[in-house]
């Protein structure tokens, strides 16, 4: 089995502490969104391209999702996405891949 890249490691605990702060129950795809955000990597810039920072996707997770109960687990299409991808990149491309996750739909309502 392949290691997790620290990036990715560093993302997943980015998306933990999104999720935290937001009070939401599960780290979902919209959280792995903000970790990509917060981590330095190629995924990061793939989103600073786009106008994509922290604090923009921050806000439209807010109005989308609001504020919710303490963390406990990931979510199913969470989980999916990181036992899958080994880096940043990986995981932004297959969170992409998922037309009906929340992070595509607060992708969408960026522009």
Do not use: D
Not at 5 to 31: C, D, I, M, Y
Not at 38 to 46: G, I
Not at 82 to 98: C, F, G
Request: aromatic content about 2%; overall charge positive; proline content about 3%.
């Amino acid at each position: 089995m392949r290691k997790r890249s620290e990036a990715a490691r560093q993302v997943l605990e980015n998306a933990r502490l999104s999720a935290k702060r937001l009070g939401h129950g599960a780290v979902g795809t919209q959280h792995l969104l903000l970790g990509i955000s917060m981590t330095e990597c190629a995924a990061q810039k793939r989103l600073l391209w786009q106008n994509l920072t922290y604090e923009e996707v921050f806000g439209r997770v807010l109005h989308a999702k609001g504020r919710a109960g303490p963390l406990r687990r990931l979510t199913p299409n969470a989980k999916q996405i990181v036992a899958k991808a080994r880096t940043p990149e990986a995981m932004l491309r297959q969170i992409l891949r998922n037309e009906a996750c929340a992070a595509v739909q607060i992708l969408r309502s960026c522009h």
